[in-house]
């Protein structure tokens, strides 16, 4: 039996993908302007239409990892409430959701392929799973209990960290096509969290800490050497990359979202949240959204790091 939530993903998805083919492969169609040749007609592209809500808007219980779909809506990762969710990035409704049915477990963080796959990480059981572009829901690798922080590299390979106590905290890279085991990149990394790759090829991520003693780390993908780039955060819990390289990182205690100079290791405040836990974050074209741990709740704030307001997730 096909869940109501998971055919309108489908539907959302395939549409999505006939217009991403539709627009070609010239990197200026996507803001849809003309290329300055003197065409009589400039060439244009629409984003396709996001799909309608589905009939359960009960929100999550709490908002975790999130990835920007770029095409108007978010993937939030709901831990506590065992739900993969796809939102209305407007509007805060829910469009597909997906859970313990579809085989998800207590999901943490979330990352979009280029093909718009959906790979998530199961915390509870430490599942790499993937939700295809046809709405299904595959395992891809299993790795130890405690996985939590995933990205994709720009070539399109899979990292995920396990963020649990040292020495059993560790850094995998996982084959897409589930062929071969994870590799082992390291362990023992600093209880690393959301982490992201930045334009150098080294992944950054937030190492544990409270009170000033959180980190932000750089690791090489290859030998799995780290680096502490600075410390000072309180509780540091996500890195990301601008388009323009800056490197971001969010922290939860007390929330705060930093700039940072890799070369210097300077931080300069970006954005206050007022949410009290964040828990993550996504640049989007217009800024930043943040997520709150404990609340179905996305925090929206301006390039400048000027407040814009709160989404929240469904409705009750």
């Known amino acids: 039996m096909v869940r109501i939530g ?6 959302g998805v395939v549409a999505l993908a006939l217009a991403a083919c539709d627009s070609g492969s010239d990197s200026g169609s996507e803001s849809g302007g003309s290329d300055g040749g003197g065409d009589e007609a400039a060439t244009t592209t629409t984003t396709a239409p996001l799909p309608p809500p ?22 939030v990762a709901d831990l506590a409430g065992g739900e993969l969710l796809r939102v209305d990035a407007t509007s805060g409704a829910i469009l597909a959701r997906f859970g313990e049915a579809d085989g998800l477990s207590a999901p943490d963080d979330v990352a979009i392929a280029d093909d718009g796959s959906v790979y998530y990480t199961g915390l509870n059981d430490g599942v790499v799973g993937r939700v295809t572009t046809e709405g299904d829901v595959e395992v891809v690798a299993e790795v130890p209990v405690g996985v939590n922080p995933i990205t994709l590299t720009d070539d399109g ?5 396990l963020e649990v106590d040292a020495p059993a905290d560790a850094i995998y890279e996982i084959d897409l096509t589930g062929d071969t085991e994870p590799r082992l990149v390291g362990e023992d990394m600093g209880r690393l969290n959301a982490f992201d790759v930045g334009p150098d090829g080294f992944l ?6 409270l009170e000033g003693a959180g980190t932000l780390v750089r690791v090489d993908l290859e ?30 205690a007390p929330p705060k979202l930093w700039s940072v100079d890799l070369e210097t290791g300077e931080m300069t405040e970006v954005a206050t949240p007022s949410i009290p836990l964040v828990d993550n974050f996504a640049i989007t074209d217009d800024g930043f959204a943040l997520t709150a ?4 709740t996305i925090e929206l704030f301006g390039p400048d790091g000027t407040s814009e307001g709160q989404i929240t997730i469904g409705s009750p």
């Open 204 to 209: 950054y991520g937030p190492g544990f800490g």
């Open 54 to 75: 589905i009939d359960d808007q009960t929100p999550p219980v709490g908002a975790n990892g999130i990835a920007d779909a770029g095409d108007g809506s978010f993937w």
């Open 157 to 161: 390979r899979l990292f995920v960290g």
């Open 293 to 296: 741990f404990n609340a179905p």
């Open 6 to 11: 998971k055919a309108l993903a489908v539907i």
């Open 223 to 252: 030998t799995g050497e780290t680096e502490e780039i600075t410390d000072g955060f309180g509780y540091s819990v996500s890195v990301r990359f601008g388009e323009d390289g800056t490197a971001y990182v969010a922290q939860t």
